[in-house]
């Protein structure tokens, strides 16, 4: 293959690529910006917060929509050298509609695999940031949990006071090394409680082996018990799911790190789930460019440039939604969650093979 024409290939190629991007990444800045100058109005900061933390979050958004900027910037990239007639050029070189059809969907994956191992640690460390950011101007808030290298952090309102609830660790639905300090309106102590352990499987939490000391004229008086329950806005479905951010989680720590995160109180389930997402990413790339240039090579009519656009369209949102539908259906346990994600990527890697046989009749 003339080593010419496969740099102008990929060079164009990446060249939409990085245009369809840098679209997304304005239009991430300007709907974020708002969210995070709402978040901020009442907070004395300077407009350089709210910037930054925008430029931190939006890289994320951006390979979440990763598989449909990589699709219609193979669609722009075929149409273009379709109509100034470089297709026609490249196959007097020799190049076949199938020839090109394979350097752009292993140029695609392999972008994906790049995304995974360098990018993806990069955004996630971006994401983290970005929210210990925010949570630190976040003092205002009644209710907030926090989860960190020390453990898990609570604070909730309580008849007469407020209640601020640390621990080491999640295992299972238990938190472990539990202490709980109960405040009044004056914001003084009234009660401390330390536990061993403290089942949260509902919002009657079940604690056991503690010490009590209670509060009597500012002398505080210690008290064991064996047990004791108190009643909280939280339970474990709740906690886990405040704090299990995908975005914080890269394809590397998933990896290396799968059973320190379990330890520190991520479900496998959703770890799971992650992981084969992240996975499936090169393929979802390969197979999304692969549908982008099954519709534009499927005809050489420039008067049908408009219809494979909206055709375009319309096949993304497909894809999304039956996408979203069978994350949904693997989450609710209707079907295995491995194949929620999979069974996507193996559908539309039939009806490409199918299209592929097609343009390469053409």
């Known amino acids: 293959m003339n080593k010419i024409v496969l740099k102008y290939i990929l060079s164009n190629f990446f060249k939409s690529f990085l245009i369809f991007s840098l679209v997304i990444f304005c239009f991430g ?30 890289p994320s958004m ?4 990763l598989p449909f900027i990589i699709f219609f910037s193979s669609m722009w990239f075929i149409i273009k050298i379709r109509n100034n007639n470089d297709l026609l050029i490249m196959k007097i070189y020799g190049l076949s509609n199938l020839k090109i059809f394979f350097i752009l969907a292993f140029t695609s994956f392999f972008l994906g695999c790049f995304v995974l191992t360098v990018v993806s640690p990069i955004t996630s460390s971006m994401v983290k940031y970005y929210e210990v950011t925010k949570s630190q101007h976040a003092k205002d808030i009644e209710h907030l949990v926090a989860f960190n290298n020390n453990g898990i952090w609570i604070k909730e309102p309580i008849s007469n006071g407020s209640r601020i609830i640390s621990s080491s660790s999640i295992e299972g639905t238990e938190l472990k090394d539990v202490s709980i300090f109960e405040l009044g309106n004056d914001h003084k102590l009234k009660r401390k409680i330390f536990s061993k352990s403290a089942n949260i499987k509902n919002k009657t939490w079940i604690l056991k082996d503690l010490i009590i000391f209670n509060s009597s004229n500012d002398v505080f008086q210690k008290q064991k018990q064996n047990i004791i329950k108190i009643r909280s806005m939280y339970d474990f479905e709740k906690i886990t799911s405040l704090f299990s951010n995908a975005d914080t989680i890269s394809f590397v720590d998933l990896l290396f790190n799968y059973k320190e995160l379990i330890n520190i109180g991520y479900s496998e389930q959703f770890l799971d789930q ?29 008067s049908d440039n408009y219809k494979i656009i909206i055709l375009g369209l319309i096949s993304s949102v497909i894809i999304y939604y039956i996408k979203d539908l069978s994350v949904a259906l693997g989450k609710t346990d209707r079907i295995p969650l491995i194949l929620s994600i999979w069974a996507p990527i193996l559908a539309l890697s039939f009806f490409t093979f199918i299209g592929v046989l097609q343009i390469n009749e053409k």
Not at 275 to 302: C, D, E, G, Q, W
Request: aromatic share 14%; charged share 15%; hydrophobic share 60%.
């Open 29 to 58: 800045v300007i709907l974020n910006l708002f969210e995070e100058i709402e978040f901020f109005k009442n907070v004395n900061v300077s407009i350089t917060k709210p910037l930054m933390l925008t430029a931190l979050f939006v």
């Open 62 to 65: 951006i390979l979440k929509l």
């Open 274 to 302: 992650n992981f084969h997402s992240m996975l499936s990413l090169p393929f979802f790339l390969f197979l999304m460019t692969s549908l982008a240039v099954i519709l534009t090579m499927y005809t050489n009519k420039r």
